[in-house]
């Protein structure tokens, strides 16, 4: 059985993550309308049947036919009915995409790819709603979905980018590095190049304490940033005094007695600063900080 | 329907009507109640008197506020409970508790399938309460009853499957895959259990879908044939699918006069869109008829407590067990409870954590204060952690609450040494605190997580008492009346049909559960063992099939 798994000919199977509101729809209508292969999309949230009507050439149930023949329908019927209906079907396509609700954990559905024999595996991407995202991350009702989420993706795509400051796009790649290895893409309006999106390797995805921790407990995150320089002395004491709490730290910083920017770096009770390019942007400082209790973050100015 | 005008007389007749409690003499016409009262209340109807029940006590008929229709389903395929359970025929299947009956009773349930590729297919495995957990149903075992026939074992917590090997290489299931669910023994092979999505996907595609949910005429009387058999004369079906096929096969089953059951049917909303479903729910509101009763909405928030799935608030599950996992992002949720009760709507909110609960008290503030309805009575399904702050505020919010107090018996062991710890266990399913604080309280089995039982149910809600023999929460048992009243009157009116059925007053419909003996004469921890002789719906009775003795 192990030889079949290699022998017969494969269609690709994507599952592209992501919450409610981070674009996935959008991302989906630009995938359709730029088709030049046959794909076959299983919408997993319910009435996220949006698809842009000019590429509709028939609707029946459940299921829209588009003209330059893909297929999109709704896991309305129950997951097993839909997924089993384009199986059967599956020497129409050339790729079977799954856009998984925001409490779905992508790489659950991946590994139905991994059992049947005419699928290819291949990365989940999973949008990311940027204005949103630090606030849904503390969440405590969703917090530890969108962690799971960014630790299953292969490629995290940061959606509505253009509507953030400088400052919010600085601390956000950190917030993100933190959590996940997958490489970051930066777009608006879900444009993402399909090659891009649907070509992804999947990783090897090796399990954090971090992601451990807010799964199960939760965290918080907090940015501490001003547009003036911080004395060295002054900020020396201020990051020794963090909570045990705080487990991440990461941002830029310039000081009124040390020239140039310097990249300060937490984990756990240790940190460092080293040099960093002196041509960006910042005047004072911005500090992401990551922590078990919203108590122990620190609310205010670096003093 | 002038022919079943009469005068039923009884031993006894409990009426849940203040005004005359109880009674001896019931008369219908045109299956509705006429009068009720004594001998010489009756003087002035002129009408045959009918002394069957003389020495029966009837009480308005059962009302299953949350059961499903699948019940009626499950039967087709081969029960492994733990515990002894009737079928429709009322024949009962003993509880298997090892590993050797279970072979056993799989093996006659494979002799009986003539074609060898059909698959067999059992449920309601249960080995969390085997004694031998070294001798459970993995594949070998399963590969005893067959090496060639695909076989699937359910458990009862519907979350677990087990399979034998001839389904695991039919579902392309082997060693070399490492996908989450595929447990594998120390020495890295298969042992035909599954966990997850994928893997289950894989094996119910080969053996095709059992119990996902969906109705025909057959599985709607076989569910008329459960509840007449436990004297349930209205039965609700709380996760519906309301689809053309489907609402036929319940104006079918609403038509027929074999099919003695009044059903209730919520509609699933997590299978269309909130715009879809209210059009939908406008459209089946059309087929409604006596016995047929559509357009409310059930709406799902967590999981399950014993499968910690359900979404606790602090400090979580007893164990450290991770939190469990929203049904709907929370967002998704608080539009559709908005949109829903917008377009006046009826909701039936699943919620077992009381993290759940929380949240949607939360959305419901919001959507009350927005939007005010006059008795709304949405309502919550299984709450079986709210707590006493939970309950003043769902009274203030105008909820009903219908509590799964049959867990109480099956899990409650479970829950209090694992799940939430024996001070939260305590007040698990809170009948005593849903009446002290006013909230109209229902007590519902879930069939079939639980057999459909109401009487069984009322002895739970009474007695508190675990499979152990341990007592849950003195201070939450409430009495005998008290949990007659969840599961007619008070289960009716979750269902807005308090005006038709749940007790016996004129002009409410004849429907009858007609018992051998008194349970407020009873002893209270003997109540799940009257037996009932069947019921009356629209004023005609119907006998409940009888037990045949039979070897299995
Ligand atoms: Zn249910």
């Known amino acids: 059985m192990s030889t079949d798994r290699v022998t017969v000919s494969q269609v690709p199977f994507t599952v592209i993550g992501g919450f409610l509101g981070a674009g996935k729809t959008s991302l989906i209508n630009h995938l359709l309308a730029s088709a030049e292969q046959r794909y076959a999309v299983l919408v997993n949230d319910f009435g996220a049947l949006n698809i842009d009507a000019q590429l509709i050439r028939e609707h029946q149930g459940d299921t829209i036919a588009l003209a330059n023949g893909c297929i999109c329908c709704s896991l309305a019927a129950g997951f097993s009915k839909g997924l089993g209906q384009v199986l059967d079907n599956l020497q129409s396509f050339d790729h079977v995409i799954v856009e998984a609700s925001g409490i779905a954990d992508p ?197 | 329907m002038s022919e079943t005008a009469k005068i039923f007389v009884a031993r006894k007749i409990l009426t849940l009507n203040p005004d005359c409690p109880e009674a001896t003499h019931v008369a219908v016409r045109e299956g509705r109640i006429l009068a009720v009262g004594t001998a010489e209340e009756m003087a002035g109807w002129n009408l045959p008197v009918d002394h069957q029940f003389a020495d029966k006590v009837l009480l308005p008929g059962f009302v299953e506020a949350h059961g499903h229709a699948m019940c009626g389903e499950s039967w087709r395929y081969t029960y492994l409970g733990f515990d002894d359970q009737y079928d429709p025929a009322g024949q009962c299947w003993p509880g298997v508790q090892n590993r050797q009956q279970a072979l056993v009773r799989l093996q006659a349930a494979d002799a009986k399938l003539t074609d060898p590729k059909t698959p067999l297919i059992a449920w309601h495995y249960d080995p969390i309460f085997w004694s031998e957990q070294g001798q459970l149903l993995d594949c070998h075992a399963l590969d005893r009853v067959s090496k060639t026939r695909p076989i699937l074992v ?121 715009e879809q479903g209210i059009e939908r729910l406008q459209l089946a509101r059309r087929a409604c008829n006596e016995k047929l009763h559509l357009g409310s909405c059930k709406l799902i928030v967590d999981g399950s407590i014993q499968s910690f799935t359900a979404r606790l608030a602090w400090p979580g599950y007893h164990n450290q067990a991770a939190n469990g996992a929203w049904k709907q992002p929370p967002q998704l949720m608080a539009q559709m409870i908005r949109e829903y009760h917008q377009a006046g709507v009826q909701l039936h909110i699943h919620v077992n954590g009381d993290q759940a609960t929380e949240l949607v008290l939360d959305i419901l503030e919001d959507v009350l204060a927005d939007a005010p309805r006059a008795d709304h009575r949405h309502t919550l399904q299984h709450c079986q952690m709210a707590s006493e702050a939970q309950y003043r505020r769902m009274a203030r919010l105008g909820l009903c609450v219908n509590l799964f107090s049959n867990h109480l018996y099956y899990w409650g062991d479970q829950h209090s040494a694992l799940t939430v710890g024996p001070a939260r266990a305590k007040r698990m399913n809170a009948a005593a605190s849903a009446l002290r604080h006013g909230v109209p309280l229902a007590i519902h089995s879930d069939a079939p997580v639980t057999p459909l039982n109401p009487l069984f149910s009322a002895w739970c809600a009474v007695n508190r008492t675990t499979r152990s023999g341990m007592i849950l929460g003195e201070a939450q048992k409430i009495t005998v009346p008290q949990a007659l009243h969840a599961l007619t009157l008070g289960a009716a009116y979750t269902l807005k049909l308090d005006h038709l059925v749940g007790s016996i007053e004129v002009g409410k419909f004849a429907d009858f559960a007609v018992l051998e003996d008194d349970p407020l004469k009873v002893a209270a921890q003997d109540i799940k063992d009257i037996s009932v002789w069947g019921t009356v719906l629209a004023g005609v009775p119907h006998r409940a099939a009888k037990e045949q003795a039979s070897e299995h």
Not at chain 1, 261 to 270: A, F, R
Not at chain 2, 170 to 183: F, K, R, Y
């Open chain 2, 154 to 274: 359910m458990h009862a917590s519907g979350h677990v499957i087990n399979v034998n090997s001839a389904l695991l290489a039919m579902a392309n299931l082997d060693e070399s895959l490492s996908v989450e669910g595929l447990i594998k023994d120390a020495n890295g092979r298969l042992t035909g259990e599954l966990r997850d999505l994928a893997t289950q996907f894989a094996v119910l595609r080969v053996v095709g879908n059992p119990l996902i949910g969906e109705v025909d005429l057959d599985i709607l009387q076989q569910y008329a044939r459960l509840a007449t058999n436990v004297g349930v004369t209205t039965a609700s079906e709380l996760y519906a699918s309301l689809d053309d096929e489907s609402l036929q096969s319940y104006r079918d089953a609403a038509a027929s006069d074999a099919i003695p059951l009044r059903f209730y049917a919520a509609q699933n909303a997590e299978t269309l869109s909130i």
């Open chain 1, 107 to 303: 790489a659950r559905i991946q590994d139905i790819a991994r059992i049947e024999p005419r699928l290819e595996t291949r990365g989940n991407p999973v949008m990311l709603d940027a204005r949103q995202l630090m606030q849904q991350a503390q969440d405590p009702h969703i917090g530890s979905l969108i962690h799971q989420q960014i630790a299953a993706a292969d490629l995290l795509i940061v959606n509505k980018y253009g509507l953030l400051s400088d400052t919010e796009r600085r601390t956000l790649t950190h917030f993100l590095e933190q959590l996940s290895e997958a490489p970051l893409l930066y777009t608006d309006w879900g444009k993402v190049d399909a090659d891009q999106l649907l070509g992804l390797i999947p990783r090897t995805h090796a399990s954090d304490p971090l992601v451990a921790e807010a799964t199960n407990h939760g965290l918080f995150n907090q940015v501490i940033s001003a547009p003036e320089p911080v004395n060295f002395g002054t900020f020396t004491a201020w990051a020794e005094t963090l909570s045990d709490d705080i487990l991440r730290g990461k941002g830029l910083v310039r000081f009124t007695d040390k020239t140039g920017v310097w990249l300060w770096q937490k984990v756990g009770t240790q940190w460092r600063l080293t040099e960093y390019n002196n041509d960006i942007s910042v005047t004072g400082y911005e500090l992401l900080l990551i922590g078990k209790r919203k108590e122990s973050l620190p609310c205010c100015s670096i003093e």
